[in-house]
C-alpha cells in the first residue's frame, strides 16, 4: 500500500515538471528563435525502487526521478521579414547558432538574430553583447551593409568585405545547456561542425512553440495529475482504515 503511494507522489512529481515545461514554452511563444522544450519519461521503476520504501525519511522536495527527462525542439521557427539590414535569421540548419560574446568575454549561442549597433559601431545583442565575427568583434563604422547567404558582411558604398559572421553548428544539440535570454553554452563533449545553412538579411526566426498543442498539453497534464491526485488520497484512506479498524481485530 505504501508503495501506491508513491506510485502515486512520483507521478504528480512528474506532471509538475512537465507543467513547469508547458508553462516555459507558452510564455515564450512570443520570443524571436526560442526553442520549445519537453519531457519525456525514463525509467519509473528504477525511480520507484530509487526510492527505498523502507527509509523513514524521504527528501522527496528534492528528488528527482528517472522518470523525468527534458529535452530541447531544436526544430526551426517561421520567418518574419522585418526590412531591417541589421535583423538576422540561421535557415536550413536547426544546429546552427550566432556566436556571441557577453560582458565576462564568455562565448555564448543564440538563434536570435535581432542585433542592432551601438554607439561604438559594433553589431550587438539586445542585452549589448558582441556579436562575434571571423575576424573578432565586428565594427560596422557606419556604413550600409549587405550580408550574404553564407554571412559575408559588405559594405554597400564600395563593396569591401568588412567580416564574416562567426556561426557555429553543433553535431550533438543534446550537449548544449539552456541558459537566460535566449542563448545557450556548450558542454564539454560539444562537438561543433561546418555550418550547412544560409543567412536571411531583414529576417527573424520567431518561436517554434505550437501554442495549441501545448494549451491541449496542459489539459492532459491536470488530468493526470488529478488522477494520481485521487489514487493517493484513496491510498491514504484505506491505510488510515488499516491502522485504525484492522489494527484493533
Do not use: W
Not at 519519461?41 to 525502487?49: D, E, H, I, P, W
Not at 527509509?55 to 531591417?84: F, H
Not at 535569421?89 to 546552427?96: R, W
Amino acid at each position: 500500500m505504501i508503495r501506491g503511494i508513491y506510485t502515486s507522489g512520483l507521478g504528480m512529481i512528474k506532471e509538475t515538471k512537465r507543467l513547469d515545461v508547458i508553462s516555459n514554452n507558452l510564455a515564450n511563444a512570443s520570443t524571436n528563435a526560442f526553442k520549445s522544450s519537453g519531457v519525456t519519461s525514463g525509467n519509473f521503476a528504477k525511480a520507484l525502487s530509487d526510492v527505498r520504501v523502507g527509509r523513514s525519511k524521504i527528501d522527496i522536495e528534492n528528488y528527482t526521478p528517472d522518470a523525468v527527462n527534458t529535452y530541447t525542439n531544436y526544430t526551426q521557427g517561421s520567418l518574419k521579414n522585418t526590412a531591417n539590414k541589421t535583423d538576422l535569421a540561421i535557415t536550413g540548419d536547426n544546429h546552427a547558432f550566432f556566436e556571441v560574446e557577453n560582458d565576462e568575454g564568455e562565448k555564448l549561442y543564440t538563434r536570435d538574430g535581432s542585433f542592432s549597433v551601438n554607439k561604438d559601431g559594433y553589431l550587438v545583442t539586445d542585452e549589448g553583447y558582441k556579436v562575434l565575427g571571423e575576424k573578432g568583434y565586428i565594427n560596422l563604422n557606419n556604413n550600409e551593409i549587405g550580408i550574404s547567404a553564407a554571412g559575408q558582411i559588405t559594405a554597400l558604398k564600395d563593396n569591401s568585405v568588412i567580416d564574416t559572421l562567426s556561426i557555429k553548428s553543433f553535431e550533438n544539440p543534446e550537449t548544449l545547456s539552456k541558459l537566460g535570454d535566449n542563448f545557450v553554452k556548450p558542454g564539454e563533449e560539444s562537438i561543433m561542425t561546418k555550418f550547412t545553412g544560409e543567412v536571411q538579411q531583414g529576417y527573424l526566426e520567431m518561436s517554434n512553440v505550437n501554442t495549441v498543442n501545448e494549451m491541449v498539453n496542459m489539459i492532459s497534464v491536470t488530468r493526470a495529475y488529478e488522477a494520481n491526485q485521487k489514487v493517493l488520497q484513496a491510498q491514504d484512506e484505506m491505510l488510515g482504515k488499516a491502522v485504525s479498524d484492522v489494527g484493533k481485530v
